[in-house]
Each structure stands twice: as C-alpha cells, then as structure tokens.
C-alpha cells in the first residue's frame, strides 16, 4: 500500500513537471506591422522595427515573469496584405499586440482584425482621424499623431505668423478631403481665408497648372495637402516656377528623409506639423538620440520615436494591470498619463484612445543653415494639447465595448 | 479661366507629351521590329535617371554631360540586354517575352531601390536652365521650354534617320518583313540589337529630362507604362509618326482634363483610346498587320 | 465525366493533389494565405478560359474580380448579411460587366482588344476612388462581415477555408465541363485559326462573348469570396497590377491548361509570402525567378511536370 502511495505520488510529480509548462508564463508576443519594401519603407520600416526592439530591451526583456517575444512583418503599403498579416500575426503568431501600420487603409483593415480577434492595435504611423472616429474601437489606439493635428496646428500657427490668405493643393483622397477640412477650419478660426483649393489626382507628376492657379491668385502661403512623392513633386515644380518668391509654403507631412530625398534647397524655409523632433528640449530627449545615434549612426525620426514611446508604454500598461489580457491592458492604457522622451506630457484619452500631447511647429533650414547631417528642421513654434487635438465631442467615435 | 492659363496649360501639354513621344518612339520601335512588348520600358526610363544622377552625383556634376552620357549608356546597355538575352526569346510565343520584360522591370525597379534605398534622390534643374522666360504674356519656365526643343530635335532626328538613310530603310524594312531582310542578306540580328538599344536610348534620354521636373525614384516609370501603352496604341503600333502625334495628343488630353476636371484626367486618356479603338482600331498611322 | 478514360496516373495525380489541398490550410504559412491562394486558383482558372483556350489576352479582369467582391460586401455590409446572396450579387454583376464590355471589345483583336479590356478597368477603377459613399474610396470597404452559413460558422478560418475548397472544387469541375464541351472545343478552333473556324459555320464572336461572361462570373465569384476573406474590400482589387497578377500567375503556370494556373497562383503566392519574411527586396528575386522561367521552361511550370515526370494529364 505505501509502495503504490509512493508510485503514485512519482508519477504525479512527473506528470506535473510535464504539464507545468502550460501553466507557466505563456510568453508576451509584440508584433510590428510595417512598410519594408514599399514607398514608406525609409521613413518606417527598420527603424520602427529597431525601435520596437530597443524598447523591450531597454524594458529588461521580460514582464511580469513573463519572456517577451517579438516579431515583424511587412505588408508593402498595401491594404490587403496588411489585412492578411494581421491575421497571420493574431492567430498564427498569437501576437498580443501589434504596432505601427504605415498607410491609413492598411490600418483601417488592421483595426478590424484586432477587433474580431480582440487584441490590441497600436497605429504610430499612419494618421486617418477614423481610427478614433466612426470605426474606432475598444482595441485600437492612435499614437503618434493624425490628420487633424498636423492640419490645425500648422493652420493656426501659419495663419497667426505667415500670412492670412491661403491656397491650397491637396492630394484627391480621403485623407487629403480630411486634411482640407481640418485646415480651413483652423484658418477660420484665425481669421484667415482660403483663397481656392485644388485638387489633384493622388501620384500626379505634373502640379504646374495647379501651381499656376494658385500664384494667379497670390495668396500668402501655399498649403500643399500631400505627402511623400506628391510632396516632392509639388514642391519641386513650385520652386521652378518661382512660387517661393512671393508665397510661403506650409506642408502636411515632411519628414527629413523628403528632404534628403529631394536636397535640402527645394524645402528651405517651409513648415509643417510634427509630434515630435531630435532637437526638441524635452527631458530624456538627448540620451535617447545619442543611444540612437551610436546604434544606427543617424537620428531618430518622430516615427522611430513613437514606437519606441509607444511599445514602452504598452508594456507599462501590462505591469500595471498584472496580466497580458488585453482586456486588462486596454483599462490600464484608458486615461494614463505620463511623461517620457516623446510626450511630455501624454495622456491616452478613454473617449477615442488617442495619446494626446503637444505639437511643433518646424521651419525647413536653408543649405546655409544646416551644420550637421539630418539637422534639417528648426522648430519654430509649440502648440499645446488642447487646440493641437480635436475635441472629444467631435471626433464621431462611439466607443463600444469588448 | 483665362486664356493666359489655357495657353500655360498648353504648354504644358506639351512638356508630358514629349516626354512620352521619347517614351513611346522607343516602345513602337521595338515593337514594330522585335514584335516585343517591352514591360520593362518605364523601368529603362527610370533607370536612364539613376545613370544621370550616379554621373552627376559621383564623377562629374554636369548637367549637359550626363544629358549625353546617360543616354548612350541605356542605349549600350539596351543593346547588351538585346544581344546576350532578348535573342534567345525570340522563338517564344509573345506572352512569355512579355513575362520576362515583366521579370526585368521588377529586377531593375529592385535593383536601384536596393542601392539608392526608396525615398529617391535630388536632382536639380541645371544652373544654366534655371528661372523664367518671359514670352510676353506669361512667364514660363527655361528648362520647359528647353524639353520641349530638345524632344523636337530628338523626334525629328529619329524621323529623319528612318526616313532618309539607308540603315533607316533597313529598320523600317524590317519591321514590315523581317525575314525577307534576312533572306536579303542583311544581317537582321545586329540591325535588331541596334533598334533595341536605340529604343532604350531615348528611354533614357526621357530619364535623364524628366529627372528634374519630378521625384527620382526606382518606381517613377510605373505610371508612364501604362500611359505610353496608351500612346502607342492610339498612334498605331510600329508608326514613329503615330508616336509623335499619339504623344502629344495624349499629353493634350491630360493638360485639357486637368482644366476642366483634374480627377478625371488621367482616365479621360482610357476613355479616349477605348472610343478611338472602337471606330479606328489600328490607331492613328497603324498598319492592319499589327493586330495580332 | 467527359475527360476520358481515368488512367491510373490520373487517378493517383488527382487523389494526391486532392490530399495536398485538404492538408494544406496546416502546412501553409497561416490558414488565411491558403484561403488566398484557394481564391486566386479560383481567379487564374477563370482567367485561363479567356487567355489559353480563346486565346484573348485581357489586361482589365481586376474589373470584374473588383466588381464581385464590391457588390459581395456592399450586401453583406449595407443590405442583409447573406453569404450566398452576396456571392449571387456579385457573380450577377461581374458577368453584367461581363457582358458589356465584351461586347464592346471582341471587335478588336490582339494588343487591341488587352487594351480595350485595360481601358475599361481602369474606369471602374476611377468610379470606386471617386464614390467614397460606396465603395469607401481610397480607405476600401471596412467592417465587411463574414456571417455563418447554416450550420458552418464561417468566421472560423479554417472552416472557412474547407469551404472555399469546396466550392473552388466544384467551379474547377465545371470549367474542366466547359472546355471539354463542344463549346470548349470550338473556342480552341477559332483560338487556333478564326478565318477556318469561321468558314465552317461558327459564329466566332459568339462563343468570344460567351467565354467573356463566363470568365467575368467566376472572376466576380473569387472576387465576393476575397471580400469574406478579408472583411474587407481594398480599392487595388480593381487596379490593373491585379489583372497582372493573374496574367502572370496564368502563365507562370501554364496556360491553357486549367490546373497550370492553379499551380501558378500557389507558387507565386506562396513564394512571395515566404521571401518576403526574410528579405526587403522579394521584388527582386521573383523578377529574376520569372525571367529564369521563361528561359528555362517551356509551357510553364505544368509544361515542366509534365515534361520531366512524364505526365499524361
């Protein structure tokens, strides 16, 4: 009788010491999405990637006893690959967590996924105000920044400082329909007016009819509602006609690789909106770059950073909740506030699950001007969270359940 | 809209349209001769571009002298792909020749993404070339009016060398009936590698003129493809003429659409070859043997 | 069945390829991409009837794939949640356009008649941008659902896919009907020399149309099941690089073949899925892959398997 006791109770040790994996700490799986290969492959791509992984390194590797685990995918920029890998990545990865989706539409579709799966998506680097409006839900969240914000704060600061009568060129899609809209909304509200808009065929090569109509119709400043190679483009051919001599010219988007891209002298003295720069005076901002730096031999853009900020506050999040459900993170994340290298300070709105921050304003450098590599951008102005983010009321989100 | 903008728009009807009768004079050729349709053709034009930016970026930064180089570079090149690879193609139904220019855009496109990385590279107007001209009732950029001289040259070169030598005779010979050629006595293989490269050449030389107007990167021949298809097939595939008046009437549709309704002027052009097609199947100045 | 005598090779081919799809939703990379590659089979069989039995090469069949999947998920989304009567919706309307513009382009042959077909898709391809209200514009069509089908709970991924299955199985049996039918033949006849073919009596342009729609309609079938895989309709459905895409699965595979297509759609999917996890430039070796498979193969990769294995199918 005791031997079979002692039998027993051996192969209950066995069998536990077999089984005890599955109860033990399921790994915590972080997923980046991003563009590798496509058009956004510069500005997101690896160095979002990197970002994330200096992230959960910089965070110890583990939480809450748990491993972390991380891996990426590209979807080129497009909608229906995104749309794949984002399963791929919830149900064959068992991602708890997926990061950054360049390309609105391709989020969007990522947005949907992460709701039937139920599991969280984190967009950095795409900027469709509808993340946060008519199709947000409980397990999405917006990080970085979006339509709204770049065309209000440019708009409102330009029309305070630049000039009062405005034209406009903008990209024939939704997101530039979006940017429009926001745009002359800020100029109202500043007293000034648009003098007439024009729309352009997303990738068109050729703006001068566009430009010639504006210069005719000599406005202050020149807002070009476009991003990327239409950015280029527009600019380009503005500068050719000598648009620049008269008029100042305001972008929606323009990262340091445009300006790379196309030289320096095509952008002097333009300005846009961004989240975030390498030369903002915020606490932890140089460590950040110089680690970079010394990592990767260039700095960082305000996409890098966001991911970086937003997969340190994502695993932040899960320590304060205790658990890796991503039920249990969302109610962490909903009206956090804190401070790092990025927002300071952040705060991840409960209504529409946007961080919202401040914004900058940044002035292109003339060639004069630049002392360094990558020192493309002065920022010129500041403006704060509440008139740089829409108002809760209006965003059109009705926020579900789980 | 005042007649000022419409003449502008004219003009710059002009500037799209010569870039793709550059374009489309080498598609045609190559097509009317090698019986090729060349996918690879905008990815030729882009990688004219690359040649000028390498020549002006990295050994000597001359505008007029990447303008000449870059062209016999794509041209040599062409004739390289022509001799070492199309040629052994040729006994292939058409559909897999297109498969592989297929394959060699993608390789090329790749190619330049993988050195000079996706966002594209700089390339300005030369010095030279810079600022306005007044034409008296409206300012109009140098360089614009430089392309448009240029192209005209160029297209009246080519017209000229077809029609008027006897190598010309020769091509436009073998693009009615090879073989006959053959049976001639001429060597057709080396007069094929001549007309490829040719026609890469001016790809090229479209490269090289576009580069300062737009952004310079490995996918900006993508949307010319389609649009040169458009060209060639309005103009009559095989018919240099046919590219010439194709080009410019297609850029001229663009220009008008964008006066009248920008969204829709990229398609007015499909819609003008599908009615054009309907009532007028072989184009412009095609030939009825071209159908097939 | 009207393909002749089951030979022996036939059978053990056919159980092994039958075999390889029930067990393929477990070695793919994820189930999803072998829902994927299942619909663009679908696409590229669809595709073949037109390019390698009637011979007419047409560049604007990511109208119709475009048309089925809109229609499929503006019903699923707006009208009533039905998946049969959203793959209905959608066939109706792919072969509508079907026959539209086939009968405005089967006057004109070869390059011209590819370009017509371009033409026309990229028109539709303009009114989807343009009318956001409808087809959500440069966003696509978000929130398509995917609802249960009687008792098949369709949001499972892998039931879903035994489902496509199914279904692609049963069009692959009757489009192998279809070309085996006299119908079938006489596309081939007038593929082969139309002056002949017309000369004996047939109404050539008759049978182009037919073979049209009937190409639209399984296009437009693949396109309503791509708008339940996704959940989601994307606008480059309808962009002419997805008519590429099946002109080169078609050929990669072997055109004129039916099962060459199939193979197609699997290697390039899979293969581009696969290259791309571990490469940023995929681009670059599947240009190179399909150049070496012109110089190398001829017929495609069935012309290979059929050449080196000595195959009779």
Not at chain 3, 87 to 109: K, Q, T
């Given at each position: 009788m005791g031997k079979t006791i002692q039998l027993m109770g051996?192969?209950?040790?066995?069998?536990?010491?077999?089984?005890?994996?599955?109860?033990?700490?399921?790994?915590?799986?972080?997923?980046?999405?991003?563009?590798?290969?496509?058009?956004?492959?510069?500005?997101?791509g690896?160095?979002?990637?990197?970002?994330?992984?200096?992230?959960?390194?910089?965070?110890?590797?583990?939480?809450?006893?748990?491993?972390?685990?991380?891996?990426?995918?590209?979807?080129?920029?497009?909608?229906?690959?995104?749309?794949?890998?984002?399963?791929?990545?919830?149900?064959?990865?068992?991602?708890?967590?997926?990061?950054?989706?360049?390309?609105?539409?391709?989020?969007?579709?990522?947005?949907?996924?992460?709701?039937?799966?139920?599991?969280?998506?984190?967009?950095?680097?795409?900027?469709?105000?509808?993340?946060?409006?008519?199709?947000?839900?409980?397990?999405?969240?917006?990080?970085?920044?979006n339509d709204y914000v770049l065309a209000t704060s440019a708009g409102m600061w330009a029309a305070d400082n630049l000039g009062k009568k405005w034209y406009t060129i903008t990209a024939d899609y939704a997101w530039g329909h979006d940017l429009l809209k926001h745009f002359s909304a800020a100029l109202q509200k500043r007293g000034g007016t648009l003098l007439g808009n024009e729309m352009v065929p997303l990738g068109a090569s050729d703006f001068s009819p566009f430009i010639i109509k504006a210069m005719n119709a000599k406005p202050e400043v020149l807002a070009l509602l476009n991003a990327g190679k239409d950015t280029v483009n527009s600019t380009k051919q503005a500068v050719e006609f000598g648009?620049?001599?008269?008029?100042?010219?305001?972008?929606?988007?323009?990262?340091?690789?445009?300006?790379?891209?196309?030289?320096?002298?095509?952008?002097?003295?333009?300005?846009?909106?961004?989240?975030?720069?390498?030369?903002?005076?915020?606490?932890?901002?140089?460590?950040?770059?110089?680690?970079?730096?010394?990592?990767?031999?260039?700095?960082?853009?305000?996409?890098?950073?966001?991911?970086?900020?937003?997969?340190?506050?994502?695993?932040?999040?899960?320590?304060?909740?205790?658990?890796?459900?991503?039920?249990?993170?969302?109610?962490?994340?909903?009206?956090?506030?804190?401070?790092?290298?990025?927002?300071?300070?952040?705060?991840?709105?409960?209504?529409?699950?946007?961080?919202?921050?401040?914004?900058?304003?940044?002035?292109?450098?003339?060639?004069?001007?630049?002392?360094?590599?990558?020192?493309y951008f002065q920022i010129v102005g500041v403006v704060p969270a509440e008139q740089a983010y829409q108002d809760v009321k209006e965003t059109g989100c009705k926020m579900g359940d789980f | 809209m005042n007649i000022q903008f419409v003449i502008m728009q004219l003009f710059n009807g002009l500037i799209m349209g010569s870039i793709y009768v550059l374009l489309s004079l080498g598609l045609t050729i190559i097509f009317g001769m090698l019986g090729i349709i060349n996918f690879a053709h905008g990815a030729f034009y882009m990688f004219g571009a690359f040649v000028a930016y390498t020549i002006m970026?990295?050994?000597?930064?001359?505008?007029?002298?990447?303008?000449?180089?870059?062209?016999?570079?794509?041209?040599?090149?062409?004739?390289?792909?022509?001799?070492?690879?199309?040629?052994?193609?040729?006994?292939?139904?058409?559909?897999?020749?297109?498969?592989?220019?297929?394959?060699?855009?993608?390789?090329?496109?790749?190619?330049?993404?993988?050195?000079?990385?996706?966002?594209?590279?700089?390339?300005?107007?030369?010095?030279?070339?810079?600022?306005?001209?007044?034409?008296?009732?409206?300012?109009?950029?140098?360089?614009?009016?430089?392309?448009?001289?240029?192209?005209?040259?160029?297209?009246?070169?080519?017209?000229?060398?077809?029609?008027?030598?006897?190598?010309?005779?020769?091509?436009?010979?073998?693009?009615?009936?090879?073989?006959?050629?053959?049976?001639?006595?001429?060597?057709?293989?080396?007069?094929?590698?001549?007309?490829?490269?040719?026609?890469?050449?001016?790809?090229?030389?479209?490269?090289?003129?576009?580069?300062?107007?737009?952004?310079?990167?490995?996918?900006?021949?993508?949307?010319?493809?389609?649009?040169?298809?458009?060209?060639?097939?309005?103009?009559?595939?095989?018919?240099?003429?046919?590219?010439?008046?194709?080009?410019?009437?297609?850029?001229e549709i663009i220009a008008f659409g964008v006066m009248v309704w920008p969204p829709m002027a990229h398609t007015l052009i499909y819609i003008f070859m599908a009615a054009f097609l309907l009532i007028r199947p072989r184009g412009l100045f095609g030939r009825e043997a071209f159908h097939e | 069945m009207n393909k002749g005598v089951w030979s022996k090779q036939k059978v053990i081919v056919v159980s092994a390829a039958l075999l390889l799809a029930i067990i393929f939703p477990h070695i793919a990379p994820y189930i999803a991409l072998a829902s994927e590659i299942l619909i663009f089979a679908l696409f590229a069989m669809a595709f073949d009837l037109m390019l390698g039995y009637a011979g007419m090469l047409s560049f604007g069949h990511a109208a119709f794939f475009g048309l089925g999947?809109?229609?499929?998920?503006?019903?699923?989304?707006?009208?009533?949640?039905?998946?049969?009567?959203?793959?209905?919706?959608?066939?109706?309307?792919?072969?509508?356009?079907?026959?539209?513009?086939?009968?405005?382009?089967?006057?004109?042959?070869?390059?011209?008649?590819?370009?017509?077909?371009?033409?026309?898709?990229?028109?539709?391809?303009?009114?989807?941008f343009k009318w956001t209200g409808l087809t959500g514009g440069d966003d696509g069509l978000q929130r398509v659902p995917r609802p249960s089908l009687g008792p098949l709970d369709l949001k499972s991924q892998i039931v879903f896919y035994y489902f496509l299955l199914f279904s692609v199985i049963i069009c692959a049996i009757i489009l192998l009907r279809i070309v085996n039918s006299p119908f079938g033949k006489t596309l081939q006849a007038q593929r082969e020399n139309r002056n002949r073919a017309m000369s004996i009596g047939y109404d050539v342009d008759k049978f182009k149309l037919r073979a049209f729609i009937i190409s639209a309609f399984f296009s437009g079938l693949a396109g309503g099941f791509y708008a339940l895989l996704l959940n989601f309709v994307p606008l480059n459905s309808l962009h002419w690089t997805n008519s590429g895409e099946v002109v080169v699965m078609t050929i990669t595979g072997g055109m004129g073949t039916l099962f060459g297509p199939v193979l197609g759609?699997?290697?390039?999917?899979?293969?581009?899925?696969?290259?791309?996890?571990?490469?940023?430039?995929?681009?670059?070796?599947?240009?190179?892959?399909?150049?070496?498979?012109?110089?190398?193969?001829?017929?495609?990769?069935?012309?290979i398997l059929r050449n080196k294995l000595r195959l009779t199918i």
């Open positions: 051996i192969i209950v040790l066995i069998l536990g010491f077999i089984v005890s994996p599955a109860f033990s700490a399921e790994p915590l799986k972080i997923a980046t999405l991003t563009d590798m290969s496509g058009p956004y492959a510069e500005l997101a690896w160095g979002n990637i990197n970002a994330a992984k200096m992230a959960i390194e910089d965070f110890g590797g583990k939480v809450l006893g748990m491993d972390i685990e991380y891996v990426y995918r590209d979807h080129q920029c497009k909608a229906d690959l995104a749309n794949q890998k984002a399963i791929e990545l919830y149900e064959k990865e068992r991602a708890d967590v997926i990061f950054d989706c360049p390309n609105s539409a391709s989020g969007l579709a990522v947005t949907n996924q992460a709701l039937k799966y139920k599991k969280i998506f984190i967009a950095v680097t795409s900027g469709t105000t509808r993340y946060t409006g008519d199709l947000c839900n409980r397990y999405t969240f917006h990080y970085a920044y648009l620049r001599k008269q008029t100042k010219i305001v972008h929606a988007l323009l990262f340091p690789e445009d300006i790379k891209a196309a030289g320096p002298e095509v952008f002097a003295d333009n300005y846009v909106t961004a989240s975030w720069d390498w030369k903002v005076d915020q606490p932890g901002v140089k460590e950040f770059v110089a680690k970079w730096m010394k990592k990767f031999g260039r700095p960082p853009n305000w996409f890098n950073a966001g991911n970086y900020s937003a997969v340190t506050q994502y695993l932040l999040a899960v320590k304060r909740a205790g658990s890796k459900d991503p039920q249990a993170v969302v109610k962490a994340l909903e009206g956090h506030r804190f401070s790092d290298f990025f927002a300071s300070p952040g705060y991840i709105r409960p209504e529409d699950h946007k961080r919202v921050g401040k914004a900058y304003i940044l002035r292109a450098k003339k060639p004069s001007e630049i002392k360094e590599p990558w020192d | 970026a990295y050994l000597i930064p001359n505008f007029w002298v990447a303008l000449i180089v870059g062209p016999i570079v794509m041209a040599i090149f062409g004739a390289a792909c022509e001799a070492f690879i199309l040629r052994r193609l040729y006994n292939l139904p058409p559909l897999y020749v297109m498969l592989f220019t297929f394959g060699l855009m993608l390789v090329l496109q790749d190619f330049i993404r993988m050195i000079y990385g996706a966002a594209g590279v700089p390339f300005r107007t030369p010095s030279s070339l810079d600022g306005s001209i007044n034409l008296g009732f409206m300012f109009y950029p140098k360089y614009r009016i430089f392309l448009i001289i240029i192209t005209s040259m160029c297209s009246l070169g080519v017209w000229l060398f077809l029609s008027k030598t006897k190598l010309g005779a020769i091509i436009r010979a073998g693009t009615d009936n090879s073989i006959m050629v053959d049976a001639l006595g001429i060597n057709i293989s080396k007069i094929f590698t001549l007309v490829f490269g040719m026609g890469i050449g001016l790809a090229g030389l479209a490269g090289v003129l576009a580069a300062p107007l737009q952004n310079v990167s490995h996918l900006m021949g993508v949307d010319f493809l389609v649009d040169c298809f458009v060209v060639v097939v309005v103009g009559g595939m095989g018919s240099i003429s046919g590219s010439i008046v194709g080009g410019l009437i297609v850029g | 999947a809109y229609t499929a998920g503006v019903i699923l989304k707006d009208l009533y949640p039905s998946v049969p009567l959203a793959l209905l919706g959608g066939v109706i309307v792919s072969s509508l356009a079907g026959f539209i513009i086939g009968f405005l382009s089967i006057r004109r042959r070869g390059i011209y008649f590819t370009m017509v077909t371009l033409a026309f898709a990229q028109m539709f391809y303009f009114i989807a759609a699997v290697c390039i999917i899979l293969l581009r899925d696969i290259i791309s996890n571990y490469t940023e430039s995929w681009t670059f070796i599947m240009g190179m892959l399909f150049m070496a498979a012109v110089l190398g193969f001829r017929g495609g990769i069935i012309g």
